[in-house]
C-alpha cells in the first residue's frame, strides 16, 4: 500500500478522489490487520507481483437491522460517483445483493494498486435479519453486537484525517 497522491488528472470535484481512495485504503488495512491470514496471502502476492495489484472489487455483508443494511452503506460511496449495476435476491438465503460500478476515474497506463489503478467494483449483500426464524434472529443479533458497530467509523474518520494533512 503506498502513498496516495494522484499523479493524473481527476473528475472529482476538491480531491474526492482522494478521500475514496483513503477510505478504502483504510479499509484495506483494517481488514489486513483483523485477517492474519488474508495478509499473509496478500503480501506473498505482493512480493511476487512486484505490487501490481488490481483491486476488481470489494464485498462487504450488511445487516439490514436498524438502518445497517445495504442503503446505509451504499449511499456514502454513491455521494462519490458509485452507480448501482445489478442486484440479486436469494429468497431462501434471506438475502439481497447489489453490485455498484465505480466512477469513471483517468488510470495512468501502468497504474495499479488504490492509489493509481481503477476504482474497484462494490458488492454490497445485506442479511434480511426481520425474515430469518427467531432463533437465528438472536444469532446475527449477537454476532452485531460482538462485532464494533463503530469500526466503520473509525475507517471513515480515519481517512478524514489523513486528507486534512
Known amino acids: ?35 492474519p491470514t488474508a495478509k499473509t496471502i496478500w503480501e506473498l502476492v505482493q512480493s511476487v507481483d512486484s505490487e501490481k495489484i488490481f483491486y476488481d472489487h470489494f464485498t ?6 436498524d438502518g445497517y443494511g445495504i442503503d446505509s452503506l451504499s449511499s456514502f ?6 452507480k448501482i449495476g445489478g442486484g440479486l ?11 455498484f460500478s465505480p466512477p469513471e476515474v483517468q488510470v495512468p497506463n ?10 474497484p467494483r462494490l458488492v454490497i449483500a445485506e442479511v434480511l435479519v ?20 463503530d469500526s466503520a467509523n473509525h475507517v471513515m474518520e480515519s481517512s478524514r484525517l489523513a486528507t486534512q494533512f
Do not use: C
Open 60 to 65: 462487504f455483508r450488511t445487516l439490514k437491522v
Open 1 to 35: 500500500m503506498g502513498s496516495l497522491d494522484l499523479p493524473h488528472a481527476s473528475p472529482f470535484k476538491g480531491g474526492s478522489e482522494t478521500f475514496l481512495r483513503n477510505v478504502f485504503e483504510n479499509i484495506l488495512k483494517t481488514y489486513l490487520r483483523k485477517n
Open 110 to 119: 501502468d497504474g495499479h494498486g488504490i492509489a493509481n489503478g481503477p476504482l
Open 130 to 149: 426481520d425474515e430469518l426464524n427467531v432463533e437465528s434472529q438472536i444469532k446475527e443479533y449477537h454476532r452485531r453486537e460482538a462485532f464494533e458497530l
Open 77 to 82: 460511496f454513491m455521494d462519490y460517483g458509485y
Open 89 to 99: 435476491d436469494f429468497p431462501k438465503k434471506k438475502l439481497r445483493v447489489l453490485w
